[in-house]
């Protein structure tokens, strides 16, 4: 009697972020079944990176069973060409900044060669949202992910929007100051949201204010350089009125964005995820204000402002591993 093949039962679903890489060995169900990380920035080179992410994945893999019962891989990350299985020029990993690192099959071949299939880390939190989240039923909207930089997962007509390369909805290198007095972003260009919205765009904002006044503020507590969007955070949720001020910039520039952004797709909602949406209406609040007040008319109250219900790291794991099973 001949036996039939048994369908392999797992993916690894791997959030790489600028600052963690949280791998999930995830089932058919959407449950998560291991998970472990590694820094994302602690290593000169792919192949070091690469290195210690097989090491860590050995235990997590042996525990559902070995490599045998693993179907494939699915990657976010940032800069990934979805066609080509590479990250290209990713300006907040120091082992990717500068060329094309086929990671894909660095993957595969350290796995067993298993297939393994990559996207923008923002197109997998999207993703995740589409089939776990607030987002399910929607075939329009938008995800904006504040983390370390700003990244965009855009669906439309219910598809996510890659564009002929696999680049498409890179809405963080948006140009919000035009000309040499805006900052520098980790791309090369000025002016970027994401040099201005992100987690350590925050940070940095309250690091300038802090400069330009003498007004008392919880945060001269902190010395400028350990100031983080966290801090922030806290300091607001006390009253400060400086720290408030900071979100005020923040989320004006962040509505004034998507205000840009519903132009060209029209979407039913805007999502935001990341550590920075925990200050909750402090953020959103502005961000809101903003978009009805830069919006064309035709737009104005048609699109929801959603915080993304789903834990951070699980769901851009869940949106990663759905990748790997669309892979045949």
């Known amino acids: 009697m001949n036996s039939q093949p048994t369908m392999k039962p797992y993916v690894i679903g791997l959030d790489l972020g600028g600052t963690n890489s949280v791998f999930g060995i995830v089932d058919a169900r959407g449950e998560i079944k ?31 069973g070995g490599l045998e019962t693993i179907k494939a891989m699915g990657i976010g990350a940032p800069n990934a060409n979805y066609y080509k299985g590479t990250i290209e020029f990713a300006p907040n990993l120091p082992w990717a900044h500068e060329g094309i690192v086929p990671l894909g099959q660095m993957f595969s071949d350290r796995l067993g060669g298993i297939p393994v299939a990559m996207t923008n880390d923002a197109n997998a939190a999207a993703l995740g949202e589409m089939v776990y989240g607030v987002a399910r ?31 498409a909805g890179e809405l963080g290198h948006v140009t919000m100051v035009r000309g040499e007095e805006g900052r520098s972003c980790g791309c090369g260009r000025k002016g970027c949201l994401e040099a201005y919205c992100s987690a350590t765009g925050v940070a940095r904002t309250a690091r300038e204010m802090l400069a330009n006044s003498v007004r008392p503020s919880l945060l001269r507590n902190i010395k400028p350089e350990n100031i983080t969007s966290l801090d922030v955070s806290i300091a607001a949720g ?6 408030n001020e900071i979100f005020q910039f923040t989320g004006k520039m962040l509505g ?17 995820f990341g550590g920075l949406v925990k200050a909750g209406e402090l953020i959103m609040k502005p961000i809101r204000e903003a978009y009805d007040a830069h919006v064309m008319p035709v737009f104005r109250g048609r699109a929801q402002f959603l915080v993304s219900g789903l834990d951070g790291a699980s769901a851009a794991v869940l949106g990663a591993s759905a990748v790997g099973w669309e892979i045949q």
Not at 46 to 62: G, M
Not at 238 to 243: F, Q, T
């Open 256 to 272: 004034e964005a998507c205000a840009d952004f519903a132009a060209f797709s029209s979407p039913e909602a805007f999502i935001f």
């Open 34 to 64: 291991a998970t472990t990380a590694i820094k994302t920035g602690g290593y000169t080179t792919a192949e070091a990176y690469v290195d210690a992410a097989v090491e860590a994945l050995q235990p997590v893999i042996e525990q559902v």
């Open 238 to 243: 006390k009253g400060d009125e400086l720290a």
């Open 137 to 167: 039923g929607m075939k329009n909207f938008i995800v904006i992910t504040l983390g370390t930089g700003v990244g965009s997962g855009i669906v439309a007509n219910g598809q996510l929007l890659y564009g002929c390369d696999g680049f």
